[in-house]
Every structure is written in structure tokens, then in C-alpha cells.
């Protein structure tokens, strides 16, 4: 039986076909979208590659712009973008941002330029050198310029400005550079100046000799001098009891020295003593502030050379800018010891030049800090030479240098102290000389000691060390203690060292002995004697007594006595003082 067929709605079948004829109009229409998109696109494309190629024609006509030659100019000022607007209508605020400009010296004249987009405003500092095109202003900074005069602050007018001495008696306001922004400038400090834009550009670092810096207290103390017992004594006498009982100086109208001559000849401890005056006083100091105040001691050490400056007027501004720092540390009762070295050399007699003649405006210096308005409490100058008769008379005066002591050279009991300092129990000794001793460290240490001094002092041929041969014939004999010093006792030590290391490695045989000593004393002398000092013999001579002039120095001669039956002891005077 077959199956019988469902008729087919003829309303259904109308919607089918109206639903099919919508549905291909769509696609017809979405088509048409589609290839109009794609014209669009296609539109884009070239517009982003023409937008390419103008990119890179603008690239390269803006590094054309940046390529030298381009000007330079300094910045002045930074005029930064600053927004400002205007009500145009009750409800709307118009706002807009002005352009950043940088005021600028170029060619002698101050212009305002524009600053390139290419320049990032906020890396321009006052200062700097910046790039000039025709077209695009300011387009990169170079940084500052390393060159310019130099020029000492003097005050301080704001954030921006300062006073700053440019000569002798010249001043002049500048702008502070961007450097400088950060840097703890103080008055005395040296600055590169840019003259034609008037801006004080960078520090300029000090010299040796002003970069003296108050030193920290040394750690040399009184012990560590040896043989100058009395002189140490003469010393703190004249240094400490003012700082530690001013008010008994007060009460007997006495005022502190405000300075000391240590003089004598080189190599015997002056500057030891300098040191070790330092030490002592800040110790006295703080053991009597105790610890309510915080009190320390300084120590300036300033070799005369270091000082002397081929320009007119810097050795003077050097020598005010120590005393000032001096002064500003002792303000606050700190103990300050500036000490001059080789002072002869800065402070000579004027007018005994035979070239320069600075020493006419360096020793006034000197005097007028010494002797100026501003005190010199808790300061305390301490000079040091070889040649006291070269210094100035006026800087030698009373009140000024007014306690002056002789560091001579160390007699039989000095020199064995300051064998002592050098030859100590905890070196390696001989095993000989220990058994000699049964051990005893210490003896051993003496009996090496006294046969070197011993040695040294003995006054016979074999210790002959240079004929002194007067104007008028005399010839006066001298032997080794005659030219003693600290110094010379130190390099005698060091080469009984080495003596005893090369022995050591030699033969086997460690530890340093009394014959290790001798034979150093015999060669040091020997090879001080083929570079002896004029100077230190005319010291010698003069110390004795003798006025004649110091004709020439030989060889020692042989025998007991010299020409014309002259005795050879040398602490014979000249009798009639000719």
C-alpha cells in the first residue's frame, strides 16, 4: 500500500521564496561592503606609505639641520613651557602652552631662541654651551665648558648669584652654572668664570698646597722623641699651660706666645716635635673638657716650597685661607698647631732677593695674620728651619715667633735614648750576644747600644770626618758626634738591619749584633762624608765660636796635629773673636 503524500502549504511555500530573496539581496549588499572595504584598505596602504616616505624625508632634513656648522651659545636662562588661557565663552576655558625658549649669550649679545622638540628642556642647565640651528633654535647640549678664568668666591647673594673676585682688588656678580647647583661652595674656594656671560661655571680643584686640609692629630708623642728632654720641657711650657690654666694667665696678665722657632740643624727632630706638640695638647684638651664637650685637636703641616706660587698674590691668598680655616676649627676651642717646614724659604729677610723679591709682600702677610684684628685663640704657630738667620727679622720679634728653642744635635746620653727608640728587645738579636747576657734580652740590647755610641763618640783618627780649613789658614778638625743627628742614628739602625738579614742568608746566623751596629756607623758615616753640607759645617763652626769664613772642606790629614801645630780640638774659639 503505498504511503500517501502530505500536501504542500502554498502560504509556507510563499514565505520560503520571500525568505530566500532576502537572504541573497544581504549577501548582494554584503558583497558590495566587502569590495569597498577592500578599496578603502588599499587607499590606507598608500597613504601609510606615503606617510612613510615623508617620515623619513623629514628624518633626514632634520639631521641636514643638526650637522655642523651650527653655532654655540651659552645658556643664561631656561624659560621652561608655561600654560596660560583665556574664557572665551561663559561655559568653554581655552588653554594652551607656550613654547620653551632659552636665553642665551652668543657673539657678545643675549638673544631668546626656541628650543627644538628634538632637545629635551628639563637637560639644560644654566651653563651650558647649547647647538644653534637657523631654524629650529636650541637642538642639543654639549655640556659645560672645561675652560675659563679663575676666580675666588666672596659672598653669596642668592640661590642664583654670587660675588666673586677676579684680581687683586676686582669683584664681580655671576650667575652660579647648573653644576654648582648641588656643590657646597664656601667663601675662599676657587671657580672657572666665563667672563663674557658672567656665569661661575665649575670648582676648580684645589692645589697641593691649598688642599692642606686640617689634619687629624698625629700619634707621634713626647716618647717617641729621643735626646731633647730639655728642649720637650721648654716646649710645653711655653704651649700648654696657656691653653690649660688661661684664667692663671689672665689673673697675671700674661698672654699665650702666639708662635715658636724650633731651629738647629736637619735631621734632629723638629718636625717630630711639632707633631708631638699636637698630640699632647689636644690630649690635655679633651682630658679636661672630659667628654660634655666634643673637642678635637688639629695639626697643619705646610712646607714652606709648597706654598710658593709663580703668580703674584697667590701665596698670599694661600697663607690667609690657612689661618682662616685655623680660626674657623678654633672658634669652637679646638687646639689648631699650624706648622711651617723649611720656613726660611717663605719668610726671608726682605730685600735680600736677588731676583723676585716676593718675600716683600709674603712676610707682611704673615705679620698681618698674626698680628691682625682677628685673634689667634686657641691657634699656635710652630716654625721650623735650618737656616734661622735667613727668616725676616720682624717675623722673629716678640709677639710674634717669640719663644724659639735650638734642637742641637744629641750628646753621648741623647744619642743612646734614641738608639733605644730604634733597637728594641722584640727584634731578632744575636744568639752570641744573647748567651753572653744569659738571655737577658734587655742587657743585650744595652751592651749593643753603649758600643755603639761608644764608637761613635770616640774622638781619634779613625773618627775623623772632615777638616774644616778657615779663611785665615786654620785648619780645625771635626769627627763623627760633631755631625750627629736623630736621623743619622735611624739609617744606622736600618742598615745594622739589612747587615743582619744578609747575614742571615749567608752564613746561616740570625739576629742583629753590636758588630752589626759598628760596622753600620763606619760605612754611614763614610758615605755621609763624600756629601757633607757647607751649611751644616758653617753651623757647626759658628755654634763653637768661630767668625772667620769657612774657606774650604778636605780629606782629614793624618797625624795628631794639623798645619802650623794648630790643636785638632775643635771647641777651640777664636780668642780675639776675629
Request: aromatic share 4%; proline share 4%; net charge negative.
Amino acid at each position: 500500500m503505498a504511503e500517501s503524500q502530505t500536501p504542500i502549504d502554498p502560504r509556507e511555500h510563499q514565505t520560503a521564496l520571500r525568505q530566500l530573496s532576502l537572504m541573497r539581496d544581504q549577501r548582494s549588499n554584503l558583497d558590495k561592503q566587502l569590495k569597498v572595504a577592500a578599496q578603502r584598505n588599499d587607499k590606507l596602504v598608500q597613504a601609510l606609505e606615503t606617510a612613510r616616505g615623508d617620515i623619513l624625508r623629514l628624518k633626514q632634513a632634520i639631521s641636514q639641520d643638526l650637522e655642523a656648522p651650527m653655532n654655540q651659545a651659552q645658556v643664561l636662562r631656561v624659560n621652561r613651557p608655561v600654560r596660560s588661557g583665556a574664557s572665551l565663552t561663559g561655559d568653554a576655558r581655552a588653554v594652551a602652552e607656550t613654547q620653551a625658549s632659552l636665553d642665551v649669550a652668543m657673539g657678545g649679545r643675549t638673544v631668546r631662541v626656541p628650543v627644538s622638540p628634538v632637545l629635551d628642556i628639563d637637560d639644560v642647565r644654566v651653563g651650558m654651551t647649547v647647538l644653534l640651528t637657523e631654524t629650529m633654535g636650541a637642538c642639543a647640549a654639549i655640556g659645560y665648558r672645561p675652560t675659563g678664568e679663575i676666580a675666588t668666591v666672596r659672598e653669596f647673594l642668592d640661590e642664583d648669584r654670587l660675588v666673586l673676585g677676579t684680581g687683586s682688588n676686582t669683584q664681580t656678580v655671576a650667575l652660579r652654572s647648573g653644576r654648582l647647583e648641588g656643590s657646597a661652595l664656601r667663601v675662599g674656594d676657587a671657580v672657572s668664570f666665563d667672563s663674557v656671560s658672567g656665569v661661575a661655571l665649575d670648582v676648580v680643584p684645589k692645589t697641593e698646597a691649598e688642599e692642606l686640609v686640617l689634619e687629624e692629630i698625629p700619634t707621634t708623642s713626647y716618647a717617641d722623641v729621643g735626646g731633647l728632654g730639655t728642649q720637650i720641657e721648654q716646649i710645653r711650657d711655653a704651649v700648654e699651660l696657656p691653653f690649660l690654666h688661661p684664667e692663671l694667665y689672665r689673673e697675671h696678665e700674661l698672654s699665650a706666645p702666639k708662635g715658636i722657632l724650633l731651629y738647629g740643624p736637619p735631621g734632629n727632630g723638629k718636625t717630630l716635635i711639632a707633631k708631638a706638640v699636637a698630640k699632647s695638647l689636644a690630649d690635655r684638651v679633651e682630658e679636661t673638657a672630659g667628654a660634655s664637650r666634643n673637642l678635637r685637636g688639629y695639626f697643619l703641616n705646610i712646607k714652606g716650597p709648597e706654598l710658593l706660587d709663580k703668580f703674584v698674590g697667590e701665596t698670599e691668598r694661600q697663607i690667609r685661607a690657612i689661618f682662616s680655616r685655623a680660626r674657623e676649627k678654633a672658634s669652637a676651642g679646638n687646639p689648631v698647631v699650624i706648622f711651617f717646614d723649611e720656613m726660611e724659604s717663605l719668610f726671608r729677610t726682605r730685600g735680600a732677593g736677588k731676583s723676585s723679591d716676593v718675600e716683600t709682600t709674603i712676610v707682611p702677610q704673615l705679620l698681618a695674620e698674626i698680628d691682625g684684628v682677628e685673634s689667634l685663640n686657641n691657634v699656635i704657630v710652630i716654625g721650623a728651619t735650618n737656616r734661622e738667620d735667613m727668616i725676616d727679622p720682624a717675623v722673629l720679634r716678640p709677639g710674634r715667633l717669640d719663644v724659639k728653642v735650638r734642637i742641637d744635635r744629641p750628646d753621648r746620653a741623647g744619642t743612646a735614648q734614641i738608639f733605644g727608640l730604634y733597637v728594641r728587645e722584640d727584634l731578632p738579636l744575636d744568639a752570641g750576644v744573647l748567651a753572653e747576657h744569659d738571655g737577658d734580652r734587655a742587657a743585650a740590647v744595652r751592651a749593643m747600644i753603649e758600643a755603639v755610641v761608644e764608637e761613635i763618640f770616640r774622638r781619634d783618627d779613625e773618627r775623623r770626618y772632615l777638616d774644616a780649613v778657615l779663611a785665615d789658614g786654620r785648619r780645625i778638625p771635626t769627627y763623627w758626634n760633631d755631625f750627629l743627628s736623630g736621623a743619622l742614628i735611624r739609617n744606622i739602625v736600618d742598615r745594622a738591619k739589612k747587615l743582619a738579614i744578609k747575614t742571615y742568608l749567608q752564613e746561616g746566623v740570625k739576629g742583629i749584633s753590636g758588630e752589626h751596629l759598628v760596622r753600620s756607623a763606619r760605612d754611614e758615616f763614610d758615605q755621609q762624608r763624600d756629601a757633607a753640607s757647607r751649611a751644616d759645617v758653617e753651623d757647626w763652626l759658628k755654634y763653637l765660636g768661630f767668625s772667620v769664613a769657612l774657606s774650604s772642606l778636605e780629606r782629614p790629614l793624618t797625624g795628631e796635629d794639623g798645619p802650623e801645630g794648630l790643636s785638632l780640638d775643635p771647641r777651640a774659639k777664636d780668642g780675639a773673636g776675629s
